[in-house]
Antibody, heavy 117, light 108 residues
Framework: EVQLVQSGAEVKKPGESLKISCKGS????????IGWVRQMPGKGLEWMGI????????RYSPSFQGQVTISADKSISTAYLQWSSLKASDTAMYYC??????????WGQGTMVTVSS | DIQMTQSPSSLSASVGDRVTITCQAS??????LNWYQQKPGKAPKLLIY???NLETGVPSRFSGSGSGTDFTFTISSLQPEDIATYYC??????????FGPGTKVDIK
């Protein structure tokens, strides 16, 4: 079965660091781009960035450049999204999604990140 | 940056109605436009890619059209299971993407 499985929900304090994961299976992980999408509570979808695990080519939305880091470890078919210093405004659901072209046809189940003091 | 607008932001229609959502890009994006459906509490699902191509397994009552800056998404006969928010998404040759703000569809 083709799927992306994301890591579990996180509750963190402002200023803490975090790395969430997205593990692909059932397809050629290194031949698909993996993107990350933010959805703040009650809001729409925001595209954050994308990585090609085959060569780690990474692109960021200008809105998220410098705010997060996207990486991948192709040896374990896993992509990551990380923050060095979380803010309350980072509270959101984060989805990973995969595409072989430019339409995201495989989605993870989402990881809820809550940042609160 | 390319900006995407969608209209309406929400709509209410009866079962069996034809529903149309429009998406406009701030500059010419050719046919680099996808449509997604998101049901409450669920991940988005790809419905239409490259403006008018139906994703495998998606019911034929869903369709898309347009090119350049103006695009249309249509549900030919609204069903109760179509209650969701629909998003357009553009992409470019650099694999930079932007979502539209979404259109919430519910049953009258």
């Amino acid at each position: 079965e083709v799927q992306l499985v994301q890591s579990g929900a996180e509750v963190k304090k402002p200023g803490e660091s975090l790395k969430i994961s997205c593990k692909g299976s059932g397809y050629s992980f290194t031949s698909y781009w993996i993107g990350w999408v933010r959805q703040m509570p009650g809001k729409g979808l925001e595209w954050m960035g994308i990585i090609y695990p085959g060569d780690s080519d990474t692109r960021y939305s200008p809105s998220f450049q410098g705010q997060v880091t996207i990486s991948a470890d192709k040896s374990i078919s896993t992509a990551y999204l990380q923050w060095s210093s979380l803010k309350a405004s980072d509270t959101a659901m984060y989805y990973c999604a995969a595409t072989a072209t430019a339409s995201f046809d495989i989605w993870g189940q989402g990881t809820m990140v809550t940042v609160s003091s | 940056d390319i900006q995407m607008t969608q209209s309406p932001s929400s709509l209410s229609a009866s079962v069996g109605d034809r529903v149309t959502i429009t998406c406009q890009a701030s500059q010419d994006i050719s046919n680099y436009l996808n449509w997604y459906q998101q049901k409450p509490g669920k991940a988005p699902k790809l419905l239409i890619y490259d403006a008018s191509n139906l994703e495998t397994g998606v019911p034929s009552r869903f369709s898309g059209s347009g090119s350049g800056t103006d695009f249309t998404f249509t549900i030919s006969s609204l069903q109760p299971e179509d209650i969701a928010t629909y998003y357009c998404q553009q992409y470019d040759n650099l694999r930079l993407f932007t979502f539209g703000p979404g259109t919430k569809v519910d049953i009258k």
